[in-house]
């Protein structure tokens, strides 16, 4: 269905954007997309593989990482919860591009509302939810 990340991504938000219309432009670059709304800017990060260069790319304001289905980067994503759950407007995107499916989380506040011993069988449901990227 889709060639890439960054093709879905861009299709995405400008769907979610149908009914408020508040998407301005966008700017596409290597790994990600830069959406500059009526009210503010997100960076989407494009990233088959999640790995350690995120930790040096996310930071304070609108930032979401859309990756693929794939164990390895829920596995990433388990390992680093506490990086990425102290960010209050991180969104995590794992995507199938085949079928079309995903499932977000926003670890900051999944993290406010779950308990840690439930956070990798909850984490594993999601994942399990779509359609596993092989």
């Known amino acids: 269905m889709f060639d890439d990340l960054k093709s ?5 938000v400008k769907h979610k954007d149908v ?4 998407l301005i432009d966008f ?16 960076t989407y990060i494009t990233k088959e593989i999640l790995d350690d260069s995120l930790k040096n790319r996310i930071k ?18 388990i390992k680093n919860w506490d990086f990425f759950a102290k960010f209050q407007k991180v ?26 011993e439930a956070l990798k069988p909850g984490l594993n449901s999601l994942y399990q939810s779509i359609t596993p990227v092989k």
């Open 8 to 12: 879905w991504t861009i299709e995405f």
């Open 19 to 22: 009914f408020t219309k508040n």
């Open 27 to 42: 700017n596409a670059k290597e790994d990600s997309v830069e959406f500059n709304f009526k009210d503010k800017k997100h």
């Open 60 to 77: 304070e304001g609108y930032f979401a990482v859309v990756c693929l289905n794939k164990k390895e980067n829920l596995d990433f994503l």
């Open 91 to 116: 969104s995590i995107l794992f995507v199938n591009l085949k079928t079309n499916e995903r499932w977000i989380i926003y670890p900051s506040t999944h993290d406010s509302l779950t308990e840690r």
